[in-house]
């Protein structure tokens, strides 16, 4: 310091040497906050809304482990792990699988960003809000957008799906397999081929219904559901040759999913994953993606999904990075259909305590119904912000209003992964009960 103001003094001259030496001692426009000197306080919550979920100890204690290079030998190591973590809970072979350094959105972002060209036709199912984003995203690359419409808990239907393909020559379809604003369950089963016949791609977002419901990426069929009868998969079944007389060799083309429903991870990572079909159209492109950050060529040689060296693209989160890999870890040993199993009970001994409440549920088509997140209609005379606050404030339990097209509409109750339990559903039972019976009712 006193070297740096004789040199100051010397080259500059007293005065101005003068403003260096008061420079450091010069009121700062914006003070230190006062409220990052108080210690960071986090209130022990149980969150049953539609995400995110509860973090696993496991998960936890990789968020704590120390950090290293994006470019590190051992991070390209768990990169590979995720990427094969993703391959399983996918049910894919697609070599191009990875991990997007970003949310649900981001994904979604990165498929249309990468598949949709200015001009092309993009058929997108709405029936919540999923579709709607999806079609504002698409609606800025300057695509033809083609919304089918249907009211909160709709679904799209073969017969409704071949009609529009036929009509609108579209390139590439979206479907919500969890439409998680309804709590609606998409159905699957032949879309994949459906949408090739009409030289369609098929695009699925599963953020709300990964690991909670059956979805084999490569190949839709009805065997997964029969299979919950045999939970010691032997981890041939869905991949492989020959899983049952309904299987269908068609899939789906591109599907993403989030880290912080059943996975059970910090928001903020997101899982996709491209059929050779999907990444011959991306290769085949006439225009460079508006996006960098999400051009999926990039992306597919940082995450080591071609031949070529792995060149620097971003810096990917490392801590997120471990922690999704151990949520992947997690439902690799779970068994899959171990978990789809667990959904399906817990979700089902909700669905009877709710009813068992005089509550009506959203949807009223069993099959329909997505384990993971529930919808219930707001009962009548309450105001359903009376009841989430209720339950907070009272219980210390998280759960939701709507969303989008379902605001005012419903409840919506999320077991999530390890949330996923009847001691869970016994809780926000009871919480719910008091709720009903403390919080105002209008006279109707
Ligand atoms: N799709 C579905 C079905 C979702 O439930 C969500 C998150 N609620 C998203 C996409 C978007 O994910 P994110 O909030 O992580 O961007």
Known sequence: MLWALTEARAVLGHRTAGWVRTMASRSLLVAPPAALSKPLFIPSRLLLGPGPSNLTPRVMAAGGLPVLGHMHQEVYQIMDEIKQGIQYVFQTRNPLSLAISGSGHCALEAALFNLLEPGDS?????????????????????????????????????????????????????????????????????????????????????????????????????????????????????????????????????????????????????????????????????????????????????????????????????????SLRESLAHLAEQGLENSWQQHREASEYLHTCLQGLGLQLFVKDQALRLPTITSVVVPMGYDWRDIVKYIMDHHHIEIAGGLGPSAGKVLRIGLLGGNATRENVDRVTRALREALQRCPRSKL
């Open 122 to 322: 993009f058929l997108v199912g709405v029936s919540g809000i999923w579709g709607q984003r999806a079609q504002d995203i698409a609606e800025r690359i300057g695509a033809r957008v083609c919304p089918m419409v249907k009211a909160p808990g709709g679904h799209f239907t073969l017969q409704e799906v071949e009609e529009a393909l036929a009509q609108h020559k579209p390139v590439l379809l979206f479907l919500a397999h969890g439409e998680s604003s309804t709590g609606v369950l998409q159905p699957l089963d032949g879309y994949g081929e459906l949408c090739h016949r009409h030289q369609c791609l098929l695009l699925v977002d599963s953020v709300a219904s990964l690991g909670g419901a059956p979805i084999y990426m490569d190949r839709q069929d009805t065997c997964g559901v029969l299979r919950l009868a045999q939970p010691a998969w032997n981890g041939v079944g869905p991949a492989g040759e020959g899983s049952g007389p309904t299987a269908r060799l068609d899939g789906i083309d591109v599907l993403y999913s989030g880290s912080q429903k059943v996975l059970n991870a910090p928001p903020g990572t997101s899982l996709i994953s491209f059929s050779d079909k999907a990444k011959n159209k991306i290769y085949a492109r006439k225009t460079k993606p508006v996006s960098f950050y999400l051009d999926i060529q990039w992306l597919a040689n940082f995450w080591g999904c071609d031949d070529r060296p792995r060149t620097y693209h971003h810096t990917t989160p490392i801590i997120s990075l471990y």
